[in-house]
């Protein structure tokens, strides 16, 4: 006779099912600060050859929405629609320039003036000179972003040890697009020489011509 096999069961394979979770309101929000937040050191790479591709800089921002004038037509009303607003920046090299706003983070209503105030120090013993680059985020906000009154509009020039607080005034249109819940303005100061700040006086400011100060 032969011998008897034993009959083995084969083990159960575990079957893993995903189910796709949809996505409340919430999340979609933070999704897109998240993307916001991630898109922030893009723009600082970015603001990085200004000064070597001005031309071809210009160019893509005009492609892909980032503003790089802060005079952009706008509209103002009572809209009653809020939106967040956050401030950050940075400074290019090894600029000794401390900066902050004062509100990191501003609830504003769309299509009336806000403002905000910076608070700058030279953390050196030498004279400082640099240029203030902002950008606005996201792309569809840009050009529905303005302002009235800002440190960018000029170089600026700082002693040793020097403190100075600036305001900016700004404005978000009032046909803005109602699924913009959250802007960012972004700041880059780069260091520059008395050379350049001085060709630069010789160039009218147009942020200044149209009755900014």
């Known amino acids: 006779m032969l011998p008897e096999r034993s009959l083995k069961t084969p083990p159960k394979r575990k079957v893993r099912v995903e189910t796709q979770e949809l996505k409340t309101p919430e999340q979609k929000r933070k999704n897109k600060r998240l993307a916001t937040l991630l898109l922030v050191p893009v723009v600082i790479i970015m603001f990085g050859f200004t000064y070597v591709q001005v031309p071809l800089f210009r160019m893509f921002c005009q492609k892909i929405g980032f503003s790089i ?4 037509d706008v509209e103002y009303a009572d809209t009653g629609r809020m939106c967040r607003v956050l401030y950050t920046g940075v400074t290019a090299g090894t600029l000794p320039v401390y900066f902050k706003p004062k509100q990191s983070v501003q609830e504003v209503e769309v299509g009336k003036p806000f403002e905000n105030e910076y608070r700058f120090v030279n953390m050196s013993k030498d004279t400082v000179r640099f240029r203030p680059v902002h950008s606005i985020l996201p792309e569809k906000a840009a050009t529905k972003f303005t302002m ?4 960018c509009f000029d170089d600026q020039t700082m002693a040793p040890g020097e403190e100075k607080t600036f305001k900016v ?14 802007v960012t303005l972004h700041y880059t100061l780069f260091e520059k020489n008395a050379e350049d700040m001085e060709k630069n006086r010789q160039v009218p400011n147009v942020a200044q011509s149209a009755g900014g100060n």
């Open 148 to 151: 009235t009154k800002c440190f």
């Open 69 to 72: 004038s802060p005079l952009n």
């Open 169 to 182: 005034i700004s404005v978000l249109s009032a046909d803005m697009d109602s699924e913009i819940e959250q």
